[in-house]
């Protein structure tokens, strides 16, 4: 059985119409003809929504009791005995209560599809995993529920329900989305101009990125190797030269100039050996590459411009940004470089070739140690051939006449080419050249003499040395390019053991300063920047004045470039400075590597204090905002109330009889004592965002705490049921702010219990806690919105708009814990919310 398809209606925001075009597309499917069911599908009570279920078949939920409570969950089982050719299942990211047969509905969706059932389905942007942090930071709203992106990027046809977010806005206004009570709560917190945009960009960029997806898998399905120019992708070369910042902000500026393109940039290496690219230049540019909005990748080749264009059509790139070669004139005679290559092959790809100040300056060759063998083996070498060629003389005299010269020859060879094995180049054609003039003297007629009488002996001893020196040049080259692969491990393992580091979250300035001189061997590694007031003159490279120490690890640090043994420049103000003896060029090009690594955390570390510093004043600016916005909206009701009722007492053209004035008075005074609670909530709420609400916990009994707080309530006190047993024992709390929090807490769960339902108080000990419940049987609130009713002016599912700014949980939560304790919701077994508070219990007290 072949898997169905699955088809995703993806929005920015509750509200778009989601299900409204999931319910449409499954009419459409119907009048085509096809068999289609609606597994589950939610309304949220939107009448034109609900319409489009007349009609079509619904199968019925399956029901799940769960903490005394019973919830309607897709019947999967159901969907599936049914075999329909379509179903249609509402929101793919919802999390099934427990004890459904899948904990996530896009798992049951699964099955379906497994079953050979199309499926249509719907899930927001904020749900995408990928993007729930994001949406988390624009909107301060956690998203509890989500789904992996794969399983939407495997669906077969992704489409955007998009909506703009003034049109969403007045759709909620008019009351299609949300019920009234909670539109301007909505409207003023997650539903802002500003929220609705970031997250309609998100969406439009996530689709636009699952249309590159598609788009990318069907050239590849079709063989399709030209580039199609559907979107402007420029791609930079880098080679790690100077001149790598100029093509970086060149390329930037060309993609800059079309509306979404994107910046790539690529480093091309070789394929036979290490590369001669600066890795710290590198780094700089690949950080330049990333500030720009672009990424670096890394691609292997021996064709550098074959590499550098099958990478670009690979990415479907439209430009090609070269540098102008560094190369000279006679080079540039000899072969056409890169970059006319390059162009030759290009096609229809544009490649732009920048100018730059580098330009035919030469290529600046990576330093090589000019020594392929160890000063040990060199040493070997040399003894052998100075030991090996009269030994070998003395040994082959008495057998002279038996010997023929080849035969002698050979034997000379076999000592050159272990000369050569042993010490390299220079020790075996040094035996070469001492081998044939022996040979020569001793065993070529006349004896004796060095002319040689036989020409075929000239021969033969010229074919000797050209042998000889042959072979120890391959040993040499073989062991310089053993030596050279083996320092390339090492430098590999290196980075990688660095790169390991970074990524384990090690990468602070000290940690790496500590790594660095722990790895080189050294005395003392030290960050040093320039001082802002410094002239940038050469002399102040020895001037300590210039300088400030960053970081430092080790020994006694240096305190300016011109007093350590060696420097590494990062940028035009920043140098690491070591002590411990110089490095060579090898060691110097990995040390770059760090000094670039630490530079980029330098930057991060300053970049994650610079934000901590602004986040206090940003949540400063929004509390200030919301506070103005309730100021306005929640305050005037009460102000006008009361105006209204001490004019018409004062006014002198209405006689007003005593229950009148009596009736005047008690709105007045109602009203007076409605903005006394909405300002001293707004006063202990800034308090407590300052951190200068001081509580003064002591020991408190509750049976004297919790009758006060019950009588503040007013006549709501009636509908307050307590069963806090006199036997518990005292909390350690501030009496004043408990009964406050009770308060708070008592008065909202009367207001959302319905008419004559209790609200019932208790208290129990949990080891060296005691809980506090004030249980409702409202609505209760969504799991996924228990932290949000705790965040300031948020007021969840209210039936009006003069119920608050929207405080209380808030106010009660930070006065709990002011006091060391906690306030958690959780949900009533049979329906409603329970709110527990919990504090510590005062030492010593006796377990009953």
Not at 330 to 350: C, F, K, P, Y
Not at 711 to 719: H, N, Q
Request: glycine content about 8%; proline content about 5%.
């Amino acid at each position: 059985m072949s898997r169905g398809r699955l088809r995703v209606y993806l929005g920015a925001a509750p509200g778009v119409g989601k299900t409204y075009a999931m319910l449409c597309e499954g009419h459409r499917a119907l009048e085509r003809g096809r068999d289609v069911v609606v597994g589950l599908a939610e309304t949220h009570g939107r009448a034109r929504t609900a319409a489009l279920l007349e009609g079509m078949e619904v199968i019925p939920l399956r029901s799940v009791t769960y903490r005394g409570a019973t919830f309607g969950e897709l019947d999967t089982e159901a969907v599936i005995a049914r075999a329909p050719r379509v179903a249609l299942i509402d929101e793919l990211a919802h999390t099934n209560v427990p004890g459904s047969r899948n904990a996530r509905r896009w798992q049951d969706v699964d099955e379906i599809l497994q079953a050979g059932i199309d499926v249509i389905s719907t899930v927001n942007v904020q749900h995408l995993e990928s993007v729930n942090d994001v949406v988390e930071e624009i909107t301060g709203v956690p998203q509890r529920e989500t789904v992996p992106d794969e399983v939407v990027r495997r669906a077969d046809q992704v489409e955007l329900v998009d909506m703009s977010p003034e049109a969403l806005r007045r759709r909620m206004a008019h009351g299609n989305v949300y019920a009234p009570g909670t539109v301007d709560a909505a409207l003023s917190n997650y539903f802002r101009v500003g929220n609705l945009t970031a997250l309609r960009e998100l969406a439009l960029l996530w689709v636009a990125g699952k249309v590159d997806d598609q788009l990318d898998r069907y050239r590849t399905d079709h063989g399709i190797a030209v580039t199609w120019e559907a979107r402007e992708r420029v791609v930079v070369a880098l080679t790690g030269g100077p001149e790598g910042a100029t093509l970086v902000r060149r390329a930037a500026r060309i993609a800059a100039r079309t509306k979404g393109a994107d910046l790539l940039a690529v480093h091309v290496t070789s394929a036979d050996g290490p590369a001669g690219a600066d890795p710290a230049a590198l780094a700089v540019q690949r950080t330049l590459v990333e500030d720009m909005g672009g990424t670096y990748h890394q691609v292997t080749g021996e064709d550098v411009s074959r590499a550098l264009l099958d990478f670009a059509r690979g990415v479907n790139a439209t430009q090609l940004v070269l540098g102008a070669s560094r190369r000279g004139r006679l080079a540039q005679l000899l072969s056409r470089g890169v970059g006319l290559e390059t162009i030759a092959r290009s096609g229809t790809i544009d490649v732009h070739m920048i100018t730059h100040d580098e330009a035919r300056r030469g290529r600046r060759r990576p330093v090589r140690s000019r020594a392929a063998l160890t000063r040990t083996r060199r040493l070997i070498g040399w003894g052998m051939a100075a030991a090996g060629l009269p030994g070998l003389v003395l040994a082959l005299s008495p057998f002279r006449d038996v010997l023929s010269l080849p035969s002698e020859i050979l034997l000379f060879l076999c000592l050159t080419v272990a000369v050569a094995l042993a010490g390299g180049m220079w020790p075996a054609i040094t035996t070469a050249v001492g081998g044939s003039l022996l040979l020569n003297w001793f065993f070529t007629t006349p004896v004796g003499e060095f002319t040689i009488s036989d020409p075929e002996n000239l021969f033969a001893l010229v074919v000797f040395v050209l042998v000889a020196a042959a072979v120890s040049t391959i040993v040499d080259i073989a062991a310089r390019r053993t030596r050279e692969a083996a320092r390339a491990g090492a430098d590999a393992e290196l980075l990688s053991t660095l790169a390991g580091h970074v990524l384990r979250g090690q990468a602070a300035v000290p940690s790496l300063l500590e790594r660095t001189r722990e790895t080189f061997g050294l005395t003392s590694v030290t960050l040093l920047e320039r001082l802002p007031e410094a002239t940038r003159a050469p002399e102040e490279r020895s001037d300590p004045q210039a300088w400030r120490i960053v970081a430092t690890s080790g020994g006694t640090p240096s305190t300016c470039p011109g007093r350590s043994d060696t420097d590494v420049v990062i940028d035009d103000d920043l140098v690491m400075a070591v002590r411990g003896g110089p490095l060579d060029a090898a060691d110097r090009t990995v040390l770059e590597a760090f000094a670039a690594e630490t530079a980029v955390a330098l930057r991060q570390e300053r970049l994650r204090e610079a934000a901590e510093r602004a986040r206090p004043l940003a949540e400063a600016d929004r509390m200030r905002t919301a506070l103005l916005a309730a100021v306005s909206h929640d305050l005037r009701s009460p102000l006008a109330s009361a105006r209204i009722a001490v004019e018409s007492l004062g006014s002198t053209d209405v006689v007003w009889s005593e229950d009148d004035r009596a009736e005047l008075l008690a709105t007045a005074k109602e009203s007076l004592e409605r903005l006394d609670r909405l300002v001293a909530n707004l006063l202990d709420m800034s308090r407590l965002q300052a951190g200068v609400l001081g509580a003064i916990p002591r020991p408190v009994a509750l049976e004297e705490v919790v009758p006060r707080a019950v009588d503040d309530l007013g006549p709501l006190r009636d509908r307050i049921e307590g069963d806090v047993s006199v036997e518990l024992p005292e909390v350690l709390a501030d009496p004043a702010l408990l009964e406050r929090v009770l308060v708070n807490l008592m008065s909202n769960a009367v207001r959302y219990s319905p008419p004559g339902e209790p609200v019932l108080i208790s208290a129990s000990r949990h080891g060296a806690h005691l809980e506090i419940r004030v249980t409702d049987r409202g609505p209760g609130i969504p799991p996924e919105a228990h932290d949000r009713v705790f965040q300031p002016f948020q007021r969840l599912g209210d039936r009006d708009n003069h119920s608050g700014v929207g405080l209380g949980l808030a106010l009660s939560r930070g006065l709990t814990e002011a006091m060391g304790g906690t306030l958690v919701p959780e949900e009533t077994p049979g329906g409603g919310l329970t709110m527990v508070v919990t504090l510590p219990v005062r030492s010593g007290a006796v377990t009953s």
